[in-house]
C-alpha cells in the first residue's frame, strides 16, 4: 500500500522559512517524479515543485528562488525548504508522487499526472 505523510507545516510570520518532509512507503521515490501543490481556500490545487528521477527540478514562477525541492533516496522522503515566505503562501500543502517507472528527467507540475497523493500539512504565514 502506497502512503504519502507530510510533515513541517506550521504557522510563521512573512519572511521566516520552514521545511516540509513527505515520508513515503510503498513506493521508492527514485524510480519517478515527485511534486509539492498547494490549495489555499476557494483555490484549485496548484503545482508547487517537481523534481525528476535524475534530480533535475522545475519550480512555479510564484516561488523560484525561494523554494528548494529535493530528495533523500536512502531514507524514501522528499523535502521543500521554504524560505521568504509571504502571506500568499498561506496554504495546504500535498505532497505527489508519479507513475512508475518514469523516465529520467521527466518532472511536471500538472496536478492530473500524479498517481498517489498525500493528506497534506498546513502552512500559515502572517504579516
Known amino acids: 500500500q502506497v502512503q504519502l505523510v507530510e510533515s513541517g507545516g506550521g504557522s510563521v510570520q512573512a519572511g521566516g522559512s520552514l521545511r516540509l518532509s513527505c515520508k513515503v512507503s510503498?513506493?521508492?521515490?527514485?524510480?519517478?517524479?515527485m511534486g509539492w501543490f498547494r490549495q489555499a481556500p476557494g483555490k484549485e490545487r496548484t503545482g508547487v515543485a517537481s523534481i525528476a528521477r535524475d534530480g533535475s527540478t522545475t519550480y512555479a514562477d510564484s516561488v523560484k528562488g525561494r523554494f528548494t525541492i529535493s530528495q533523500d533516496n536512502a531514507e524514501n522522503t522528499v523535502y521543500l525548504q521554504m524560505s521568504s515566505l509571504k502571506p500568499e503562501d498561506t496554504a495546504l500543502y500535498y505532497c505527489?508522487?508519479?507513475?512508475?517507472?518514469?523516465?529520467?528527467?521527466?518532472?511536471?507540475?500538472?496536478?492530473?499526472?500524479?498517481?498517489?497523493w498525500g493528506q497534506g500539512t498546513q502552512v500559515t504565514v502572517s504579516s
Open positions: 510503498g513506493y521508492t521515490v527514485s524510480t519517478t517524479y
Open positions: 505527489a508522487a508519479g507513475p512508475w517507472p518514469t523516465l529520467a528527467g521527466i518532472r511536471t507540475l500538472r496536478p492530473s499526472a500524479y498517481n498517489y
